[in-house]
Nanobody
Framework: EVQLVESGGGLVQPGGSLRLSCAAS????????MNWVRQAPGKGPEWVST????????YSADFVKGRFTISRDNNKNTLYLQMNSLKPEDTAVYYC??????????RGQGTQVTVSS
């Protein structure tokens, strides 16, 4: 069974930093592209960033370029999102996602990020 468990969220002041982690199990992590997606209160899911299976390519939404960095450690089956210069509009639940072998998108339970003074 594919499992994704996010952690690292919390309350941070504007301009602060957080590092999110996503522990993966139940599949061959190193064979899968991975994503971060967020959902703010009252809004739909919003794609944040993607990293391919061997970390040779990353893609990020314009609103996080220069502030967030996606990375992964295939030896630890873990995905990361380093978030710097956080803004109140970054407040959301952050999810890691991947597609399983049948093409279904799987996500974890999410981790709450709140940016507020």
């Amino acid at each position: 069974e594919v499992q994704l468990v996010e952690s690292g969220g919390g309350l941070v002041q504007p301009g602060g930093s957080l590092r999110l982690s996503c522990a993966a199990s139940g599949f061959t992590f190193g064979n899968h592209d991975m994503n971060w997606v967020r959902q703010a209160p009252g809004k739909g899911p919003e794609w944040v960033s993607t990293i391919n299976s061997d970390s040779s390519r990353t893609y990020s939404a314009d609103f996080v370029k220069g502030r967030f960095t996606i990375s992964r450690d295939n030896n630890k089956n873990t995905l990361y999102l380093q978030m710097n210069s956080l803004k109140p509009e970054d407040t959301a639940v952050y999810y890691c996602t991947t597609d399983d072998t049948t093409g279904n998108t799987v996500r974890g339970q999410g981790t709450q990020v709140t940016v507020s003074s």
